[in-house]
């Protein structure tokens, strides 16, 4: 996600960092390079030339120029539009008191509406606690209907659906519905168009007029970039928009859309929706994406996407995982479990919130998920007696487990060794949460603080026999000591 913003945008910076003193005229040259990665990004136009307008007019100036560290403060100039460009929001949602609350989706067909439905639908239920109602209003697209109903039943929330009717009939039909089944919440997944030009805009207008949605939400797909915007624009003319859901935000690379729609719409961005499987919509924050976009990670949706998985996983999986900890019992078998953990939270995105992590990882060329996979296809190339006890594998089942796993057998022997000294560190560490061990994976806390007495030297492959090399350095060590 950002990935061709997050570049250009970081080369541009560069580039305004790396000179000794900055004038007017070179910061001009700066800025017109973070305009055109803006451009490349698929930002709009106009939305590009106001940006770097607000930037420089901050930005060229004495105080700026003069200070201990002006390529600091352009960044921090940068970070700060960035924030504005894509913010305030407010996530609240107001709720009716007297009657179900009326929540209407909008959008174009292929933007993800329906899906999004029942993911507002998991948010409003398990977050906010309340009681949605799904109401399948898409009457022009084929097996919309149906789609909704299973998704309804996937999630355990109700579905209002009618065989033969119209849309506004649907939805009017629904909200009585509600109200006389204990639902306080109704969200109306309208039908939509693959073109604004042949959206049926005066459906909804009746539907608006006739329902009276307390909040109308467009569902805008992040990947159509500078089309986005232009729906958003065409919808909100004709519906008065309260708030924007922006779909696939996890495929697309360059985020074009996400800058420039409150620009355009002057409609913010709510929340976001990531991937095809149904999970609670994600808030969006303005200030946490913008630190993305500058490199800077975004450790809180990281501490809160490690907080949800520790909520799903079953106490009683957790308690037997925290006893075998305490006690040293840790085998290759709990060490799968633990990247199955890692999996979970989507590593690859687990990484993009790191400060730096992306950066260092280009450099090195190791891309987390290889790195996993080929882990994994080691421990599952090991017999079960093998994962229980790592330190029987000798060099003959080395050579067979690289060869079952597609890596070498030095590549195996290294692996092993790293996992014998963890063994010996989650003793230590057992009271720590899975947070603290993956900023621990990641490098984040030091490992020197944990007591040296305690951990133990790697006992893999003992008993076999010495390769000559080996041998060759013993020998010259001892002719070493003898002077």
């Not at 120029?65 to 107001?94: A, C, F, T």
């Not at 993800?112 to 898409?138: E, I, S, Y």
Request: glycine share 8%.
């Amino acid at each position: 996600m950002f990935e061709t913003i997050q570049k250009a945008l970081g080369n541009a910076l560069q580039k305004l960092m790396g000179r000794g003193r900055l004038t007017e005229a070179n910061i001009r040259e700066g800025l017109e390079e973070v305009r055109r990665a803006l451009l490349e990004a698929d930002v709009n136009y106009h939305v590009a030339q106001a940006f770097i307008g607000r930037v420089a007019q901050k930005a060229i100036g004495q105080q700026v120029i003069r200070s201990i560290n002006p390529s600091h403060q352009i960044v921090k100039i940068v970070y700060d539009e960035l924030v504005q460009l894509m913010g305030p929001v407010d996530h609240r949602i107001p709720f009716a008191k007297d009657r179900p609350t009326v929540i209407m989706l909008c959008g174009l067909q292929g933007s993800g509406k329906t899906t999004t439905a029942a993911k507002l639908a998991l948010m409003l239920r398990d977050q906010m606690q309340r009681k949605p109602l799904l109401v399948a209003a898409d009457l022009q697209r084929p097996a919309a209907v149906e789609q909704l109903v299973q998704l309804g039943e996937q999630i355990h929330v109700p579905v209002y659906r009618e065989q033969n009717g119209k849309p506004i009939q649907v939805c009017r039909n629904a909200v009585d519905y509600a109200r006389k089944h204990g639902c306080d919440t109704v969200i109306l997944d309208t039908a939509g168009r693959l073109h604004i030009a042949e959206m049926p805009m005066e459906e909804l207008r009746e539907i608006d007029r006739t329902v009276k949605p307390d909040q109308v939400y467009l569902v805008c797909d992040a990947l159509t970039g500078q089309d986005a915007v232009t729906s958003a624009k065409a919808f909100h003319e004709a519906l008065e928009l309260n708030g924007v859901i922006l779909t696939k935000l996890d495929g697309d690379a360059r985020g074009g859309a996400a800058l420039s729609i409150k620009e355009v719409t002057q409609v913010p961005i709510k929340w976001v929706g990531m991937g095809e499987k149904i999970e609670p919509l994600e808030p969006f924050y303005p200030d946490r994406m913008a630190q993305r976009i500058l490199g800077q990670g975004d450790l809180m949706s990281l501490v809160e996407m490690v907080a949800r998985v520790q909520q799903q996983m079953n106490e009683e999986e957790l308690r037997k995982q925290q006893e075998k900890l305490a006690q040293g019992d840790f085998s290759l078998e709990d060490f799968r479990a633990q990247l199955g953990q890692l999996e979970r939270l989507g590593i690859r995105k687990m990484v993009s919130m790191l400060p730096g992590m992306e950066e260092m990882l280009h450099e090195v060329g190791e891309d987390p998920e290889v790195a996993l996979r080929r882990i994994r296809g080691m421990i599952d190339s090991m017999t079960p007696d093998e994962r229980r006890k790592p330190e029987i594998i000798d060099l003959s089942r080395r050579r067979r487990i690289a060869a079952g796993s597609g890596t070498e057998p030095h590549e195996v022997k290294k692996f092993l060794e790293q996992f014998e000294f963890m063994r010996g560190v989650v003793r230590q560490i057992s009271k720590m949460s899975l947070w603290d061990r993956i900023k621990m994976l990641m490098g984040l806390t030091n490992v020197a603080a944990l007591n040296p007495q305690e951990l133990p030297k790697p006992k893999i492959g003992t008993g076999h026999r010495k390769s000559p090399r080996e041998r060759a350095k013993e020998r010259k060590k001892k002719r070493r000591r003898r002077g």
